[in-house]
């Protein structure tokens, strides 16, 4: 059974930034994408950014767009969520996500996407 462990959250003002980690079981990304998504109080969950498994592609929402970052650590079978300029409204509980399907080319923001989820890592950014 895949896992998938997020880590690096935290409590932040606005204006700073935290890298998020997601750690896979085994080498479970191998050939898959990634995504991150994010659920806000009383709020449904939603996509923020994914990669395709090479890294040659990503994708991000454009409320976090040019302030995040999504990549590999092909190494350490890794993915990383860097937010800089952080805002009271990125406020989330956080997820990581493996894609569905090997070897994808095109970047998904669908959850029906993605077949394992973290547990997620709280991120509160205060004003």
């Known amino acids: 059974q895949v896992q998938l462990v997020e880590s690096g959250g935290g409590l932040v003002q606005a204006g700073g930034s935290l890298r998020l980690s997601c750690a896979a079981s085994g080498r479970a990304f191998t050939n898959r994408d990634a995504g991150w998504f994010r659920r806000a109080p009383g709020k449904e969950r939603e996509f923020v950014a994914s990669?395709?498994?090479?890294?040659?592609?990503?994708h991000y929402a454009d409320s976090v767009k040019g302030r995040f970052t999504v990549s590999w650590d092909n190494a350490k079978n890794m993915v990383y969520l860097q937010m800089n300029s952080l805002k009271p409204e990125d406020t989330a509980v956080y997820y990581c996500a493996r894609g569905r399907v090997s070897f994808r080319y095109t970047v998904e923001d669908s959850e029906s996407s993605y077949d394992s989820w973290g547990q997620g890592t709280q991120v509160t950014v205060s004003s």
């Open positions: 990669i395709d498994w090479s890294g040659a592609s990503t």
